[in-house]
């Protein structure tokens, strides 16, 4: 049974940062894309940042509102993917779910049931 679990959600003010984990067990991260899904009050849930995903001319990917604040790594040895995430604004709140073969950037809600292995999900809250 694949499980993700993801750790490090929080409240924190604008400009500030927030780390996030997502470990895995029963599936080999390093053997598969890896992304990071957001859902946003009252907006669609997005791909923010994935690895390994076809068609990017880098290993990291990452949509645009969140270019040059947050960073994905993959620490095979733990197994274990992470989200590093600067400079957050009040746009970056919402629920983060990391997952296991991820699809469409964009969605109307997260989780998708059509595809991937999803994680529980960690709320992020930037405020001032």
Request: charged share 20%.
């Amino acid at each position: 049974e694949v499980r993700l679990v993801e750790s490090g959600g929080g409240s924190v003010e604008i400009g500030g940062s927030l780390r996030l984990s997502c470990t895995a067990s029963g599936l080999i991260l390093d053997s598969t894309e890896i992304g990071w899904y957001r859902q946003g009050p009252g907006n669609e849930c997005e791909l923010v940042s994935s690895i390994d995903r076809e068609g990017s001319p880098e290993p990291q990917w990452y949509t645009d509102s969140v270019k040059g604040r947050f960073t994905i790594a993959q620490d095979s040895a733990k197994n274990t993917v992470y989200l590093q995430m600067n400079s957050l604004t009040p746009e970056d709140t919402g629920v983060y779910y990391c997952v296991a073969e991820p699809d469409t950037e964009e969605l109307e809600r997260c989780p998708a049931t059509d595809f991937g292995y999803w994680g529980q999900g960690t709320q992020v809250t930037v405020s001032s």
